[in-house]
Antibody
Framework: QIRLVQSGSEVKKPGASVKVSCKASGYNFKNYGISWVRQAPGQGLEWLGWINAYNGATSYAQKFQGRVSMTTDTSTNTAYLELGSLRSGDTAVYYC?????????????WGQGTLVTVSS | DIVLTQSPDSLAVSLGERATINCKSSQSVLYDFNNKTYLAWYQQKPGRPPKLLFYWASIRESGVPDRFSASGSATDFSLTISSLQAEDVAVYYCQQYSSDPTFGPGTRVDIK
């Protein structure tokens, strides 16, 4: 079955960077895109961007341009999200989500989420 | 960015009764070239990731009970639970994927 398993919780200080991993299994990793979506405590869902797992092409939400990076390692079927210049407003659960295609697709499978806490 | 609004913010429905959630888009999410409507619905229970319920506005994801239905086109959409069950208590989100994805603010469904 398709699974996305994310790395564990992180606590970071303001100004630091965090890197979250998302290991996929149960499907041909390179055939689908991966998006990253976050959810601040008690809030809604916010899309950060997506990566084409086949060629590594990325598209980031304008809000995060310049401090977000998404990569994949096709040898281990793992996607990575790196977010820099962290501030308290970045405290959230970060989800990876498999797109049922390339760009402009819905998200059919989600990781379990990774809590990132930014605190001094 | 395309802005999605949902109504109501929350609703409480008796077990076995109907619940309807509305989603309105600031722009059409219907692509004329392929006649597809780029809208999805998700269910999120506390402490869990969202779960896909519908895509292309009205296609039910495999395994979703048929008491759930979705409809709409262009800018106005709805999700209906025909007979609310206890396990349907959750927050429901609409999402458009015709451009950079955006989500509605969510509608909380509880038991009355």
């Amino acid at each position: 079955q398709i699974r996305l398993v994310q790395s564990g919780s992180e606590v970071k200080k303001p100004g630091a960077s965090v890197k979250v991993s998302c290991k996929a299994s149960g499907y041909n990793f390179k055939n689908y895109g991966i998006s990253w979506v976050r959810q601040a405590p008690g809030q809604g869902l916010e899309w950060l961007g997506w990566i084409n797992a086949y060629n590594g092409a990325t598209s980031y939400a304008q809000k995060f341009q310049g401090r977000v990076s998404m990569t994949t390692d096709t040898s281990t079927n793992t996607a990575y999200l790196e977010l820099g210049s962290l501030r308290s407003g970045d405290t959230a659960v970060y989800y990876c989500a498999k797109q049922d295609g390339g760009s402009h697709w819905y998200f059919d499978y989600w990781g379990q989420g990774t809590l990132v806490t930014v605190s001094s | 960015d395309i802005v999605l609004t949902q109504s109501p913010d929350s609703l409480a429905v008796s077990l076995g009764e109907r619940a309807t959630i509305n989603c309105k888009s600031s722009q059409s999410v219907l692509y004329d070239f392929n006649n597809k409507t780029y809208l999805a619905w998700y269910q999120q229970k506390p402490g869990r990731p969202p779960k896909l319920l519908f895509y292309w506005a009205s296609i039910r994801e495999s395994g979703v009970p048929d008491r759930f239905s979705a409809s709409g086109s262009a800018t106005d959409f709805s999700l209906t639970i025909s007979s609310l069950q206890a396990e349907d208590v959750a927050v429901y989100y609409c999402q458009q994927y015709s451009s950079d994805p955006t989500f509605g603010p969510g509608t909380r469904v509880d038991i009355k």
